[in-house]
């Protein structure tokens, strides 16, 4: 047995005369229990390190994710602060002239237009002849009516004579009472007769007298719609003659917001502007107030009547009206894109400290476009939202886009 154990651990090495013997490694002593329970227990302690590392590390980033999930749910807006408007600016408002009185002018009887004598643009006066109706029919009817007439008249001298003959036969007794009183009903139904007939041409000389048509005001002829030779119809249905126009004063008109409307009296003295008239105001005085708020617009209706002498305004312009009116209420202007419209009527979105939104109701002033005056609702020191967006709600939690955006605006 140790010649096999000493024969397999011998090797013969190429390359060397003689063979060497190789010696194995000492074994290892088997390690105690205690030690083996330590390995263990430190295996265990690092894989529950390692496993609470990776926990805590998920939960941090679960957590952290969340934070910037709710920051990013949180609307991020623009905002700007009201700008103070100069009280002693005049208060401007557009309005539009319309001609004092303005009319349309029909025929009263039925033929053909035999001649006008005033076109578009001609100055009449009151009385003067504007056109000239042929009505063969209207002649031909009060030929005959006169004819009648006299037939009539006729027959009352008539009936007349034989009342006074019967009237004299009675005292006679040489007619009877009854005859006597048929020959006076006779006589006063031929005077009624007459009456009628009389009541008929006078009917139809003033119905033939409406073929002349002449202009019941003084003014301007602004349309002409006949020509000779076209069918005239009598009354409104059918199409107007002229149109005139009186345009000294000339009537305009501004609707006023409610916030000024008390300011506004009969009697104050204002001035219109006209673009085709640069550096030129026309001088103005309240005429009369609608004395009543527009629910619609919230405004009142004002004319001013401006005086025309010379026809330089056209009735149909438009232009500005100028008032000087002191108003107490303090006026601000915001960006027209600031608004929000709500059922219960216009609104403001303020950012307040706590960087909550605040919808409040406003009284808006003059609109200029890209900005709108408010009187009431909102301060200087307020910072209003650009563009909020229709989703916004009372007390919603919001962020300020930068620092600049709470500049004020141009």
Do not use: C
């Amino acid at each position: 047995m140790q010649s096999e154990t000493e024969a397999a651990h011998t090797t013969t090495a190429p390359g060397h005369g003689r063979d060497s013997s190789i010696t194995p490694p000492s074994e290892l002593p088997a390690a105690s229990p205690r030690t083996a329970l330590r390995m263990i227990g430190l295996v265990l302690l690092v894989l529950l390190v390692s496993g609470a590392v990776t926990m805590f590390t998920r939960i941090r980033a679960g957590r952290t994710l969340a934070r910037e999930t709710e920051a990013e749910a949180v609307p991020v807006v623009a905002v700007v602060h009201p700008s103070a408007e100069n009280p002693d600016e005049d208060l401007v408002l557009p309005a539009s002239a319309q001609a004092y009185e303005e009319s349309p002018i029909f025929a009263r009887t039925n033929g053909y237009l035999l001649r006008w004598n005033k076109d578009i643009g001609s100055h009449v006066n009151k009385g003067e002849l504007l056109a000239e109706i042929d009505t063969p029919e209207i002649d031909q009817e009060l030929m005959q009516a006169r004819a009648t007439r006299q037939q009539v008249a006729a027959q009352l001298d008539l009936a007349k004579i034989s009342a006074e003959r019967w009237q004299n036969l009675r005292k006679t007794d040489s007619v009877s009472q009854q005859e006597a009183d048929m020959q006076v009903s006779n006589y006063q139904q031929a005077v009624a007769n007459l009456a009628a007939a009389d009541a008929n041409v006078r009917r139809l000389e003033q119905l033939e007298s409406f073929k002349h048509v002449y202009a019941p005001f003084s003014g301007v002829v602004t349309n002409r719609n006949v020509d000779p030779g076209a069918l005239i119809s009598a009354g409104s249905t059918g199409k107007a003659l002229f149109e005139l126009a009186r345009v000294d004063p000339l009537r305009v008109f501004a609707k006023v917001p409610q916030a000024y409307s008390a300011a506004i009296k009969v009697g104050m003295q204002s001035f219109l502007v006209l673009q085709e008239f640069p550096g030129q105001k026309f001088s103005g005085t309240i005429a009369r107030t609608a004395d009543a708020i527009d629910p619609a617009t919230r405004t009142l209706l004002t004319e001013v009547d401006v005086p025309n002498p010379d026809g330089r305004l056209l009735p149909g312009a438009y232009g500005e009206l100028h008032f000087k009116v002191a108003v107490d209420a303090a006026k601000l202007t915001v960006p027209v894109n600031s608004m929000l419209f709500r059922q219960e009527g216009p609104r403001i979105a303020v950012v307040g400290p706590d960087n909550k939104v605040h919808l409040r109701a406003i009284t808006i002033g003059r609109d200029y476009g890209s900005t709108l005056e408010v009187l009431q609702g909102v301060g200087v020191e307020d910072r209003i939202i650009i563009n909020p967006a229709d989703s916004l709600e009372e007390g919603q939690q919001v962020r300020i886009s930068d620092e600049k955006s709470g500049a004020d605006h141009s």
